[in-house]
């Protein structure tokens, strides 16, 4: 592979004409120009200066290297340049959270998108495991997760609070024990664990999710109180999703005596720089969440 700043002295003496203003121009020494010169002619194997006394010009081998060179080095100049931008309102950001926090954030990013049309948004939803995951492998450059990470390689910060609400078909008034032992639950991935947190504090009876027959599963965020607003059973869920419902008629949300709350954590790749338009994003996220 030819070495590129061997290219660029070689191009710049070229369009110069002069060992002495060359160096000048590269803020080399006259010997390093001609150095890097010889390493780029023993590398190709070919003659590219035919030396006349203190005198020069292009070989053949030379005039060729210059026309096809210009592209290469205008390309490479254009690359560091792109490399070295870190605006706030350009380029890729990619985000995961567990769903309920991407119902409340996905559409406020879009909005955020139209104002910054250069600003791509990728967000995907999962589970905490798998954001954790995903910023451990840099996979994903901003992440949200409702508990902490244990992972070496991922920071996590406190950002907000949200209530976890009981939900069940409208027609319940009161969900007493035997009540939701007859409904049974609606599962979805954090449901035991949502469960555990809300439930273990607000019924004495409670010990652990499995005591209640299962009546459903989804692992679609927007799905999980469809059973439930058929009558088919109940569920814990972070409040965003419960607001997010489109017929919330159809449902009860039930706020118990003792609240639950999750601590929603922004993490992030450890001693991984966060650039500018990471944390246009992040303002954001702060704003809603």
């Not at 088919?232 to 005596?257: K, M, Q």
Request: aromatic residues 6%; charged residues 25%.
């Amino acid at each position: 592979m030819i070495n590129a700043a061997w290219l660029r002295t070689f191009c710049t003496l070229a369009d110069v004409g002069h060992f002495t203003r060359t160096a000048e121009r590269l803020h080399m020494t006259q010997s390093g120009v001609s150095q890097h010169v010889r390493k780029l002619e023993e590398q190709l194997g070919v003659e590219l200066l035919v030396r006349e006394g203190k005198k020069f010009r292009l070989s053949d081998a030379g005039e060729k290297l210059r026309s096809d060179a210009q592209g290469i080095l205008q390309a490479l100049s254009d690359l560091e340049e792109r490399v070295r931008a870190d605006k706030p309102d350009e380029g890729l950001v990619r985000l995961m959270s567990p769903g309920s926090v991407g119902l409340k954030l996905y559409s406020k990013l879009l909005e955020l998108q139209i104002r910054y049309p250069k600003l791509i948004i990728d967000y995907r939803f999962a589970p905490n495991t798998e954001v954790e995951a995903a910023i451990a492998e840099s996979r994903a450059d901003i992440g949200f997760m409702t508990s902490k990470s244990v992972l070496p390689e991922v920071s996590c910060t406190p950002l907000a609070k949200e209530s976890l609400i009981l939900v069940t078909p409208a027609r319940i008034q009161s969900p007493d024990w035997q009540t939701l032992m007859m409904l049974g639950f609606i599962d979805h991935p954090d449901g035991m664990h949502h469960a555990t947190l809300l439930l273990g504090e607000n019924y004495p009876e409670f010990r652990h999710g499995e005591q209640f027959p299962k009546s459903g599963f989804s692992n679609q965020i927007g799905l999980i109180l469809e059973p439930v607003s058929k009558g088919l059973g109940f569920t814990v869920l972070p409040a965003h999703a419960v607001a997010a419902f489109a017929r919330p008629e159809l449902i009860r949300a039930h706020r118990l005596s003792r609240p639950v709350s999750e601590t929603l954590y922004l993490c992030g790749r450890r001693q991984k720089e966060r650039q500018k338009r990471m944390a246009t994003v992040i303002a954001e996220a702060r704003r809603w969440l």
